[in-house]
T-cell receptor, first 114, second 112 residues
């Protein structure tokens, strides 16, 4: 079974703190993604990576950075957390086969910034 | 441009059929997917359909694809309280990017 794990299910941080969200996948997938999910807005892509040390901005990269030093691990960094970054964060991975592009998701991290 | 639209809410009684609808704009879509997100969890692929098919059935799930109208639907027969979740429609395209396009999700609420 493909497994995508995220370091925390729930996290509470203070405004201005640096926050690290970690994601690990065990299926040797090339592609990894970070989304945030807010009610009524669906999934919004923050960053994605299609290879080690490669990263691409998604739709809402402001206030975030990422790191992919190893193929199985993709980290999301909030340099200085703000209250508007309170959200559910979802990590996903995929290996595209032709145009079939199933994504495998982690359980999510619910981040609250006070 | 790429756009996938869904209604935000659907409420049904236990035992009834649920139909969740989705429209998309890109005619080069090759695969269309339905993901399910249970409360407090990540998304999980429920089923998918290839664009050269009209229908796909899998136990209580029926996916209908109308390519002419760019309309996708998911029918759940004999809906149970355990089907309460958010359902996301998504598409991926031939020659497209690594990223499928997701709709905003439909919250299905099943009443006893």
């Amino acid at each position: 079974d493909v497994k995508v794990t995220q370091s925390s299910r729930y996290l509470v941080k203070r405004t201005g703190e640096k926050v690290f969200l970690e994601c690990v996948q065990d299926m040797d997938h090339e592609n990894m993604f970070w989304y945030r999910q807010d009610p009524g807005l669906g999934l919004r892509l923050i960053y994605f990576s299609y290879d080690v040390k490669m990263k691409e901005k998604g739709d809402i990269p402001e206030g975030y950075s990422v790191s992919r030093e190893k193929k199985e691990r993709f980290s999301l960094i909030l340099e200085s957390a703000s209250t508007n970054q309170t959200s559910m964060y979802l990590c996903a991975s995929s290996n595209r086969v032709g145009s079939y592009n199933e994504q495998f998701f982690g359980p999510g991290t619910r981040l609250t910034v006070l | 441009g790429e756009d996938v639209e869904q209604s935000l809410f659907l409420s049904v009684r236990e035992g009834d059929s649920s139909v969740i609808n989705c429209t998309y704009t890109d005619s080069s879509s090759t695969y269309l997917y339905w993901y399910k997100q249970e409360p407090g969890a990540g998304l999980q692929l429920l089923t998918y359909i290839f664009s050269n098919m009209d229908m796909k059935q899998d136990q209580r799930l029926t996916v209908l694809l109308n390519k002419k109208d760019k309309h996708l639907s998911l029918r759940i027969a004999d809906t149970q309280t355990g089907d309460s979740a958010i359902y996301f429609c998504a598409e991926s395209m031939a020659g497209g990017s690594y990223i499928p396009t997701f709709g905003r999700g439909t919250s299905l609420i099943v009443h006893p």
